[in-house]
């Protein structure tokens, strides 16, 4: 059964690390509405389902996170409005020919609109008879400027590791009744990968095994609200063991995924984004701990004395890797501004 896990313990304001940092004088008062947003993300990561697998009892979840409150409603709208323009020159012919995707719409479920930035993927074996995965010889548009700010953001706000940072899309356009069907993500993608949600909140459902009922329907154990403006990340078992799919969506939606490209599948003509490489996240201050014994005290104190530098200035967080507004696109906002399956269960946050 799904761990019906309480929200996360409310954080204690007084020692908790965005309000710390914001009383840093060695903060401008950007970084300081930066630490303020940064300290108002929700985050849960206490996924819990276990199912049998391959014999044994394994929490097929495990490694999911849902972080909420990362893009706020003006930044969600400048988002949305990038891709729209995105789409409209893709209908227009003017992308690269891989770029844009639109099917026509033959049977409920099928049919959703989508742009691959970075890389063009293969979901199954195309006409020229590559494989699934990657195609290395074909070429589509690079990633846009408001995009790789939202990459900023998540590796800066601990949502993406430094480690994986994203360096291609697929921007899913969902009208109504458009679905995802059942899949675990191609390995020439590393983990984690990551989905933000736009327009509508939807489900996606998790599990080992996930059924198909009928065209656009499926039902599977888990469920998992995604709100608008949160950011789903997928690792773990949650990646490589539970299969995902999103059911026909309700109303109008749109999901951008990012994902860091395997080196060895990348294509033959990528080169690494100058403004992607070394992004680091938000200096956080130490944590808090138990006041020592006196005799530790002293010993520590001795030892501190004859290493640190007592006038060397603070470490400060710079604003090199603040998101920068582009000449293309507006920059993101300021700082400052199934259910009908009694077997779901849904996951509350």
Same mark, same amino acid.
């Given at each position: 059964?799904?761990?019906?896990? &309480?929200?996360? &313990?409310?954080?204690?304001?007084?020692?908790?690390?965005?309000?710390?940092?914001?009383?840093?004088?060695?903060?401008? +008062? +950007? +970084?300081?509405?930066?630490?303020?947003?940064?300290?108002?993300?929700?985050?849960?990561?206490?996924?819990?389902?276990?199912?049998?697998?391959?014999?044994?009892?394994?929490?097929?979840?495990?490694?999911?996170?849902?972080?909420?409150?990362?893009?706020?409603?003006?930044?969600?709208?400048?988002?949305?409005?990038?891709?729209?323009?995105?789409?409209?020159?893709?209908?227009?012919?003017?992308?690269?020919?891989?770029?844009?995707?639109?099917?026509?719409?033959?049977?409920?479920?099928?049919?959703? &609109?989508?742009?691959? #930035?970075?890389?063009?993927?293969?979901?199954?074996?195309?006409?020229?008879?590559?494989?699934?995965?990657?195609?290395?010889?074909?070429?589509?548009?690079?990633?846009?400027?408001?995009?790789?700010?939202?990459?900023?953001?998540?590796?800066?706000?601990?949502?993406? $590791?430094?480690?994986?940072?994203?360096?291609?899309?697929?921007?899913?356009?969902?009208?109504?009744?458009?679905?995802?069907?059942?899949?675990?993500?191609?390995?020439? #993608?590393?983990?984690?990968?990551?989905?933000?949600?736009?327009?509508?909140?939807?489900?996606?459902?998790?599990?080992?095994?996930?059924?198909?009922?009928?065209?656009? +329907? #499926?039902?599977? $154990?888990? @469920?998992?609200?995604?709100?608008?403006?949160?950011?789903?990340?997928?690792?773990?078992?949650?990646?490589?063991?539970?299969?995902?799919?999103?059911?026909?969506?309700? @109303?109008?939606?749109?999901?951008?995924?990012?994902?860091?490209?395997?080196? @060895?599948?990348?294509?033959?003509?990528?080169?690494?984004?100058?403004?992607?490489?070394?992004?680091?996240?938000?200096?956080?201050?130490?944590?808090?701990?138990?006041?020592?014994?006196?005799?530790?005290?002293?010993?520590?104190?001795?030892?501190?004395?004859?290493?640190?530098?007592?006038?060397? $200035?603070?470490?400060?967080?710079?604003?090199?890797?603040?998101?920068?507004?582009?000449?293309?696109?507006?920059?993101?906002?300021?700082?400052?501004?199934? @259910?009908?399956?009694?077997?779901?269960?849904?996951?509350?946050?």
């Amino acid at each position: 059964m799904v761990s019906d896990a &309480a929200s996360p &313990a409310p954080v204690n304001r007084k020692h908790s690390p965005a309000s710390s940092r914001v009383n840093d004088k060695s903060l401008s +008062e +950007e +970084e300081k509405k930066e630490q303020i947003k940064f300290g108002q993300v929700k985050r849960k990561k206490d996924f819990v389902h276990y199912e049998r697998v391959g014999g044994k009892k394994v929490n097929v979840v495990q490694g999911l996170e849902l972080h909420t409150g990362v893009f706020d409603a003006e930044e969600q709208m400048k988002i949305v409005e990038c891709i729209y323009q995105y789409q409209e020159l893709g209908q227009k012919g003017q992308l690269r020919a891989r770029t844009y995707s639109e099917p026509k719409k033959w049977m409920r479920g099928k049919g959703r &609109a989508t742009i691959q #930035f970075g890389c063009c993927y293969n979901y199954a074996v195309d006409k020229n008879g590559n494989p699934p995965g990657i195609v290395r010889d074909e070429e589509v548009d690079p990633l846009p400027a408001v995009f790789k700010q939202m990459i900023k953001r998540m590796v800066r706000w601990h949502v993406l $590791p430094p480690t994986c940072i994203p360096n291609s899309c697929i921007v899913n356009i969902y009208e109504e009744g458009d679905c995802i069907p059942p899949h675990i993500d191609h390995h020439d #993608f590393i983990r984690p990968f990551c989905t933000v949600s736009f327009l509508s909140e939807c489900n996606i459902l998790f599990g080992s095994s996930l059924k198909i009922v009928s065209p656009g +329907e #499926f039902s599977g $154990p888990v @469920s998992v609200p995604l709100p608008k403006g949160s950011v789903l990340v997928l690792q773990g078992n949650g990646a490589d063991v539970a299969k995902h799919c999103v059911p026909g969506v309700p @109303s109008k939606r749109i999901s951008v995924t990012f994902r860091k490209m395997d080196e @060895s599948k990348s294509p033959f003509n990528y080169k690494p984004d100058p403004e992607l490489l070394r992004i680091q996240p938000l200096v956080l201050p130490r944590p808090l701990v138990r006041e020592p014994s006196t005799q530790q005290s002293v010993a520590e104190n001795e030892k501190k004395m004859k290493h640190d530098k007592p006038h060397s $200035p603070p470490a400060q967080t710079t604003n090199q890797n603040a998101l920068a507004a582009n000449k293309e696109f507006s920059p993101l906002g300021s700082f400052g501004s199934s @259910s009908k399956n009694r077997s779901i269960q849904r996951v509350k946050y």
